[in-house]
């Protein structure tokens, strides 16, 4: 039976605004103007040349854009919500996903910092990461040789001694890894203990961080991806993040509040990708018209469209959970997951759509469909969020 629909109870459902805030629109604004004009027109020669990009990098924390989201107490801007953190990264990525990742380290680092660190580590790092005037980059250091997904395995090891610990121990894959100033680095008091044994800490490069072996990666080849080596490096007590123990639940608590940042940078690469193609189908003619008015061109591009679309709004109600402080372990994940594995579907149809050209490397979509690829591996593979969507719903 049809109901009054004034009567319903929908009615008393709460609104529901997607408008962003004046603030959120000039962010968006000045990322995007800042992706358009410094990011574009770089991209393809960072990619061919798989160079760190650092003149970008470094306009980009004059212009504040790597510490925005930090407190104005430690030098940031204070634009501490994670729905203009979403806007700002999908901007950036639609630049280039590689620059936005190598801008993003910083970002990962300051994240356990800011969750988990007293008011002394926060004044004294968050700041050296804000200052303006002297680049300082961050990197976070998780995955080890043999732990990956499996992130309780890790063999890197904190030795209690007088006053501090002793690390020992190789970190893998890790973004800015050799190159950063600050780290926050896991290891356990002892392998056997697996989650429980875990400690993060902020471990300064002149501690004694040793830069290991360079990456040649597929795509996001702007970044820099090493490993890191730690032989007896001596870590001030002063320096662990939160209690003995606490690692796998901050390293967790992170990946909360950075896999959204994952997902709109999946949106980002997404959007470039399909901006382009639907440019090309349209002027490109086959069959004596454009090709979008082909059924099968103009289907893909609908998907293509409805799917970034869906994309974003997970991400965007992901960060907006985030910002209401609550928990959003399983929509974190839910976002990451479509919105990556969208990215990979959406670059490689723009792939398809510009047909040959869209295979060579004078054309951008290859790039883009070669750096979309990560997103559905870094900072939990689509397996491991579905593991994670999967253990909140069943509670198993
Ligand atoms: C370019 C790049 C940058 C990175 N940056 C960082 C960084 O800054 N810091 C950092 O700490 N790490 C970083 N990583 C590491 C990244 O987070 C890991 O690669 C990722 O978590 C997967 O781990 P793995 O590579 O060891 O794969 P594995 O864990 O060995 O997984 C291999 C395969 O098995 C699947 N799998 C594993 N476990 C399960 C399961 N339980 N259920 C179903 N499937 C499963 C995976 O989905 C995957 O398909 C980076 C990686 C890359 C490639």
């Not at 949106?267 to 979008?292: C, H, L, N």
Request: net charge negative.
């Amino acid at each position: 039976m049809l109901t009054d629909h004034k009567s319903s109870t929908l009615t008393q459902a709460p609104q529901m605004y997607f408008d962003l805030s004046e603030d959120q629109k000039q962010f968006q604004e000045l990322a995007h103007t800042f992706a358009e004009n410094e990011i574009r027109p770089v991209a393809p020669k960072y990619d061919e040349a798989e160079e760190f990009p650092w003149d970008v990098i470094k306009k980009a924390n004059e212009l504040g854009l790597m510490t925005y989201a930090f407190p104005e107490e430690y030098g940031g801007a204070g634009a501490t919500s994670a729905v203009t953190s979403c806007v700002v990264t999908e901007e950036l990525a639609w630049g280039c996903a590689g620059v936005a990742t190598a801008m993003g380290g910083t970002g990962l680092c300051a994240t356990p910092i800011l969750i988990a660190g007293n008011p002394a580590q926060k004044a004294k790092y968050l700041t050296r990461l804000a200052a303006a005037h002297k680049l300082a980059l961050g990197a976070y250091a998780i995955t080890e040789p043999n732990a990956g997904s499996d992130v309780a395995s890790m063999k890197t090891t904190a030795k209690k001694v007088s006053g501090g610990y002793v690390l020992n121990g190789t970190k893998q894959f890790i973004t800015n890894g050799g190159l950063a100033d600050i780290y926050v680095i896991f290891a356990t008091l002892d392998p056997a203990r697996r989650a429980d044994g875990i400690c993060a800490f902020i471990v300064e490069k002149d501690m004694g961080v040793k830069p290991g072996k360079k990456e040649k990666k597929m795509g996001i080849r702007a970044s820099h991806t090493a490993q890191i080596h730690f032989e007896d490096v001596f870590v001030p007590e002063e320096n662990r993040l939160g209690d003995e123990g606490d690692g796998f639940l901050v390293a967790m608590r992170t990946f909360e509040h950075t896999r959204p940042d994952v997902a709109a940078m999946a949106v980002g690469v997404a959007r470039a990708a399909f901006e382009y193609a639907m440019d090309y189908s349209q002027q490109r003619e086959q069959f004596g018209k454009p090709i979008a008015r082909l059924q099968a061109i103009g289907f893909m591009l609908a998907d293509m469209a409805t799917d970034i679309d869906a994309s974003r709004l997970l991400t965007w109600r992901a960060a907006w959970m985030l910002d209401q402080g609550l928990p959003v372990n399983k929509e974190a994940s839910m976002a990451k997951r479509f919105a990556a594995d969208t990215a990979m579907k959406v670059t490689t149809d723009a792939v398809q759509i510009l047909g040959g050209v869209g295979y060579m490397r004078d054309y951008p979509v290859e790039k883009w469909m070669r750096d979309a690829k990560i997103m559905q591996i870094y900072e939990g593979t689509s397996q491991v969020q579905r593991v994670v969507i999967s253990r909140m719903l069943t509670g198993w």
